[in-house]
């Protein structure tokens, strides 16, 4: 399977389940009467919205380039990822300001049944955490990745609303709101989260060197070719889900044109075979003396 099959795959399990989950989140929280768990309900909602933006920064960024994006549209996808931050920044914002507001107004003990409902979606959460952070590695997606962190947000917002809820119920009348305090520290960890989320996009569309790894692959990849003295200087770019090169290879001097021309080519077919998310490769000849 392709790595863009894989990543929409992902993307609309991801989906279905925060559509189902919200939808059980919001009926246990009004009827078992814990905002902690509405709280959670809304930020599953929210979570719709980012995997459905996940799906078409997937789609768009993996179009061909053409005469207007010679290098592809792969940049669009850390942009996505970036309204994935925002749209989490205002379920932060909505969950803190009714917690505040229900924090200050009396009301009754939540239901005990919200405890068993909520120890199901923590599993399942966790569970689907673990799933897509597993495709976002594969298919080195960032948008992937940022879903991911939703997921794992989601299972510890309702660790957060578990540990109220308990609370309230152990030690009864006087405890109402621990579920409201579990709500607002709910929404400063989505908070958290968002930054950690945000960074390494905009490291992305900086074009921030964080790609270590691949650069040693391509430099051992390129000494195993004939006609290859050393590798000099090698810069890697990441656009969506694949990346581009420069790479500066050192050859004997007094080759011809023709001689380094062949080599050049060589390498980039052999570090393209070899590493397949590397979509070009710009080689420059430099002289071993």
């Known amino acids: 399977m392709s790595r863009i099959k894989t990543a929409t795959r992902t993307v609309y399990f991801s989906i279905i389940s925060n559509a189902l989950l919200a939808a059980i989140k919001w009926i246990a929280g009004y009827f078992g009467n814990s905002y902690a768990l509405i709280a959670d309900a809304i930020e599953s909602t929210t979570d719709i919205f980012s995997s459905t933006l996940v799906l078409f920064g997937i789609k768009f960024s993996n179009k061909p380039a053409d ?13 996505v990822t970036l309204l994935v931050v925002g749209s989490l920044l205002v379920s932060a914002f909505i969950i803190a300001r009714q917690s505040i507001i229900n924090i ?11 405890l068993i409902i909520l120890f199901g979606i923590i599993a399942w959460k966790e569970i689907s955490y673990r799933i897509v952070i597993k495709k976002s590695k594969e298919t080195k997606s960032s948008s992937l990745k940022a879903d991911a962190w939703h997921h794992r947000s989601d299972a510890i917002t ?12 152990i030690f009864g009348k006087g405890f109402e709101n621990a579920d409201d305090w579990a709500a607002l520290f709910a929404a400063l960890f989505i908070l958290y989260n968002s930054y950690l989320i945000f960074r390494p996009a905009l490291g992305e569309i900086l074009d921030e060197h964080s790609h270590d790894g691949i650069v040693l692959q391509i430099r051992e990849i390129s000494k195993k070719v004939d006609g290859v003295i050393d590798t000099e200087k090698c810069l890697v770019r990441k656009t969506g889900m694949n990346f581009h090169v420069d790479l500066h290879i050192i050859v004997n001097s007094k080759i011809s044109i023709k001689e380094g021309h062949d080599i050049s080519h060589k390498v980039k077919d052999k570090i393209k075979a070899e590493i397949p998310e590397i979509s070009d490769v710009l080689i420059h000849i430099e002289p071993n003396d």
């Open 158 to 169: 309702s660790v957060a609303a578990f540990i109220g809820i308990s609370i309230a119920l």
């Open 104 to 114: 200050q107004t009396p009301h009754e003990l939540p239901r005990p049944f919200t």
């Open 67 to 79: 005469k207007n994006h010679p290098y592809g549209h792969g940049r669009i996808e850390p942009l």
